[in-house]
């Protein structure tokens, strides 16, 4: 397979013609093929000038290119460009392109020195350019799916740390931030802090990590300075880009270094022990060859978790005398004190408490973290580019990161120096490509929070009781017992005094953060990776991927096709702590698919019809064929009022840990889902009676988990894209979907071979635990949901450009979840305010001087996540950011601030406040 698409490519790449149209995100490579394509052996002549915008301003950053081809140039900080060109075979045609100005095309039959060329204003999204929405590219209003770009400008002006948490500001985005460095992204709802359902891509390269298909930000991204834009689409995307575009696909593009030569660099520093360097150099070796070098350093104070409140599976409430489960706290074991003799304290158990659950107080998150607070991140990356034609490039790219931050799932994790190295080699021309790329991701010295407080307060505490050595935790409730009997003997003294004297004895027992004892046994857990025994998380998991692609123009009238396909695979290894690979060898899990979209323009150019469809195969799951129609209407002067609407089928396959999963923690096994399935007992029955309760049998628990299969959405939707006014660009959408086949989890009692146990295999196995040879276990695993979910939602965006000092932006997005037909106890985990908005002013109010200002609200919501369930209040957050540039020395003096008024800004139950944070920094660039 894999040597059939290289082949096939090959040769469709080599007997192709210059192209018409370049599959780039360079706005400039033309509509239009060169008759004559150059030929750079010829004599070549340099031509120059200087690109100006309103009045007069000049643009630096502005692109060159030679109309059909790759090759070009970009403008310095004076807004000038010099380009070689070949003139002996005819005329040769620049286009002239910049953000926020109609491109102009330019007919040069002489060299010429002193080009002067003037562009005119128009709003940003009337001139921008995509790839992402068909795989070609195309004008952003004339898309057939819902779609936001953000320009390398105006992620220069972000003052967020992390740039994804900047895309909070687009309509119909939802950002969840865990920490510093890990934000997620989703559109439409079902929004978690792990993106599971949302594709991220640096210059189409999947980030996620190989073991657990998530993506951690931008932690291993790209830096800024070598991000030429941002392409983000909307909902189901499956058609063109296969599993897991369920929700939206996010489209880092590079800068390519025959384009954006010179060397940049920028240094910020600030709030919370902020220090960030990036450093990009590109050059051309010559007409055929050019290389970039990018590298970047980041280091803060993290933001810590601190909610105290109860967690929701809590048997106690905050603050009572019993103790209490806190939703930002790690390691609260718990006991319920029973009259089975076999589980009787020392000395016997007080009556009073039969049936009482105590909670030890655990740690807190700034304890477990203790010297690791500092959120870091640290990426290499080098390229080399060969020409090969004027419309053919080659790229060799190979990329090193490594990040620390937190991650919450299931629980929330301290990834410590995890990272990826990442490697692509590809072969692009303006019809098509072939590309090649390998993800290696490893875990550093990460570990969990649950498994570090739990095991620390199992550890052998270092007193001698009259009953023998005790663990820690022993220890506790041996004392809340003792102290319980002491204290209730006394005259006036309720059961609720007596519990709270019993429980200051007994927090006296716990371990302390201060303590040394704590930090050598925090070292050893940590440094510690066999499940049951330590919390350091481990696997080193590899992705392979190969996809090619072609377009054609089937007619003269307005008939185009792209095909395309990809093959990948992934190889899991993790020792056996994480995935079933106990037998040393990784394993081994392909998909493979084939995509094809056939495009009709009528009506002169007014109608467009799109028919776009994917088949996908797997190794563990049944074909997939995700389907997209559209139409786009367009009319008014130069096409500028566009109606589309479309409707897609998307599906998500399950992660490679709910496929292969395997970790014993003494306690419970996690396993996958892939075999046969799992039979076995819930902890309640369909009344809620919790299992044990007399005269319910035992069959009244049954519950049957089928093997995992793919999860699936359909989404209609339809919207306006265009300029209602001379000055007012709008952009309305409205959709609704339909999901089936939801991944869930759940913990219950069962046999590890997925059978049934028997009402003796129970008896046995429940009580001992810890005893890893009984097939009976406690089970968490993961299985598809029967019930269909129905959303609804509705996004408007308006911008107004006044004036180059004052452009005016504000979005509003609504997402409905219809729980008409849901049970009251199910779980959607859909996770999105039903409200929010964002308004936005930008401008240069004198000449260099720039500022961007945004508010960010959304109301608060119920949240379902696996680590936590619970309302998170309405946040905001106003970003600023002001620019000084002195064209002369490359140089502008930057300062900017996230949350500028340090106003509520918790976006998940179990999350830190994202405060308010300041830099100041300076970027220069020199071409």
């Not at 779980?827 to 000449?847: D, E, R, S």
Request: proline content about 5%; some cysteine; aromatic content about 10%.
């Amino acid at each position: 397979m894999q040597q059939f698409c290289f082949l096939f490519t090959a040769a469709l790449l080599a007997g192709a013609a210059p192209a018409a149209a370049a599959l780039s995100s360079r706005s400039s490579i033309a509509s239009a093929s060169s008759k004559h394509p150059i030929n750079y052996l010829a004599s070549e002549e340099t031509v120059g000038g200087t690109v100006r915008g309103e009045d007069g301003e000049v643009l630096p950053g502005a692109t060159v290119f030679i109309k059909g081809s790759f090759i070009g140039t970009s403008t310095n900080q004076l807004g000038q460009f010099h380009m070689k060109l070949a003139l002996d075979k005819g005329p040769v045609t620049l286009v002239v392109s910049f953000v926020g100005y109609e491109s102009k095309e330019i007919t040069l039959a002489e060299a010429d020195h002193e080009l002067l060329i003037d562009l005119v204003p128009s709003p940003a999204a009337v001139s921008a350019t995509v790839v992402s929405a068909s795989r070609v590219e195309e004008n952003i209003l004339r898309t057939s799916v819902t779609i936001d770009k953000v320009t390398s400008r105006q992620i220069e002006r972000l003052s967020t740390p992390e740039v994804l948490a900047g895309l909070g500001q687009l309509p119909g985005v939802d950002v969840n931030s865990a920490s510093m460095l890990f934000t997620s992204v989703s559109t439409r709802g079902f929004n978690t802090a792990k993106s599971e359902r949302v594709i991220q891509l640096v210059d189409y390269m999947d980030t996620a990590l190989p073991s657990l298909n998530l993506s951690p930000g931008n932690l291993v991204g790209i830096p800024e300075l070598d991000m030429e834009s941002i392409e983000l689409i909307h909902g189901p995307a499956s058609a063109l880009y296969g599993a897991n575009a369920l929700s939206g696909v996010v489209l880092f593009n590079s800068k390519d270094p025959f384009v954006y030569e010179g060397l940049s660099v920028r240094l910020r520093g600030g709030q919370r022990r902020l220090l960030d360097g990036q450093v990009r150099y590109a050059h051309k070796l010559g007409d055929k060859w050019a290389l970039k070098l990018n590298a970047s350093a980041f280091q803060a104070n993290d933001w810590i978790a601190d909610n105290r409140a109860a967690a929701s599976f809590s048997t106690n409430a905050a603050d009572s005398p019993l103790g209490y489960d806190a939703v930002s706290s790690y390691g609260e074991l718990n006991f319920q004190y029973t009259p089975d003799p076999r589980q009787q304290m020392p000395g016997g158990t007080h009556p009073d408490l039969y049936g009482k659950t105590v909670y030890m107080p655990g740690f807190t998150e700034q304890e477990l973290i203790g010297p690791d607070q500092k959120t870091k991140s640290y990426r290499v990356q080098g390229a080399l580019s060969y020409l090969i034609k004027d419309d053919l490039q080659l790229t060799l790219e190979a990329k090193y990161a490594t990040g620390t931050s937190t991650y919450q799932n299931i629980s929330r994790f301290r990834i410590k120096d995890l990272g990826t190295n990442q490697y692509r080699a590809e072969l692009k021309s303006a019809k098509g490509f072939i590309r090649a790329y390998s993800t290696e991701d490893f875990t550093g010295n990460s570990y969990e929070f649950t498994q570090l407080g739990a095991l620390l307060l199992n550890s052998p505490a270092p007193v001698n009781t009259p009953y023998g050595s005790m663990s820690y935790a022993q220890l506790y409730f041996t004392t809340y017992n003792a102290a319980y009997k002491q204290a209730i003997q006394q005259p006036s003294v309720t059961p609720e005094q007596a519990q709270a004297r019993a429980r200051q004895a007994a927090n006296a027992t716990q371990l302390q953060a201060s303590d040394p004892r704590f930090s050598e046994l925090r070292r050893q857990i940590i440094a510690n990776d066999v499940p049951g025994r330590g919390a350091q998380q481990n696997f080193n998991s590899f992705l392979n991927d190969i996809s090619a692609q072609r377009s054609f123009q089937v007619s003269d009238f307005g008939t185009d096709l792209i095909v395309g396909g990809a093959y990948r695979e992934y190889r899991l290894g993790s020792g056996g702590k994480l995935f079933s690979d106990t037998d040393g060898q990784r394993i081994r899990n392909y998909e493979f698919g084939a995509y094809s979209q056939l495009t009709q323009t009528v009506l002169h150019d007014h109608l467009k019809l799109a028919l776009a469809g994917r088949v996908d195969y797997f190794q563990n799951f049944s074909p997939a064929l995700s389907p997209r129609a559209s139409v786009v209407y367009s009319f008014g002067p130069d096409q500028r009022h566009n109606f589309r609407g479309s409707y897609s089928a998307a599906y998500r396959s399950p992660s490679q840990l709910e496929q292969y999963g395997q970790s014993d923690v003494t306690t419970f096994i996690v396993l996958g889902n892939i075999g046969r399935g799992f039979q076995g007992y819930g902890f309640t029955d369909a009344a809620g009676r919790p299992y044990g309760t007399p005269g319910v049998p035992l069959s009244a628990f049954a519950i049957t988990l089928p093997k995992l299969t793919l999860e699936h959405a359909q989404t209609v939707e339809i919207g306006y894209k265009g300029m209602i006014l001379p000055k007012l660009y709008a952009d309305v959408s409205y959709f609704r979907s339909l999901y089936t086949d939801f991944v869930g989890a759940k913990t219950f009692a069962g046999n590890v071979d997925g059978s049934r146990p028997t009402q003796q295999q129970l008896d046995e196995g429940l009580p001992t635990l810890s005893d890893r040879t009984k097939p009976t276990r406690f089970i968490f695993s993961w299985y598809n949901h029967d019930q269909q979910v129905r959303t609804q939602g509705a996004t408007l965006g308006l911008a107004y450009h006044l004036h180059k000092a004052v452009s005016l932006s504000g979005n509003y997005s609504l997402n409905v979840l219809d729980r008409s037909n849901l049970p009251n106890d199910f779980q959607t985990f859909f996770n999105t305010p039903k409200h929010k908005f964002n308004l936005a002013a930008t401008g240069t109010v004198v000449p260099n001087l720039t500022y961007s200002l945004n508010y960010r609200w959304a109301q608060g919501h119920r949240q379902e996540l696996p680590f936590a369930s619970g309302t998170v209040r309405d946040y905001s957050s106003t970003d600023a950011y002001l620019g000084y540039t002195l064209p002369k020395l490359s140089t502008t003096f930057q300062a900017g601030v996230s949350n500028l008024f340090d106003t509520n800004n918790i976006q998940i139950v179990g999350g830190p406040q994202i405060g308010r944070l300041g830099f100041l920094g300076v970027l220069v660039n020199v071409k």
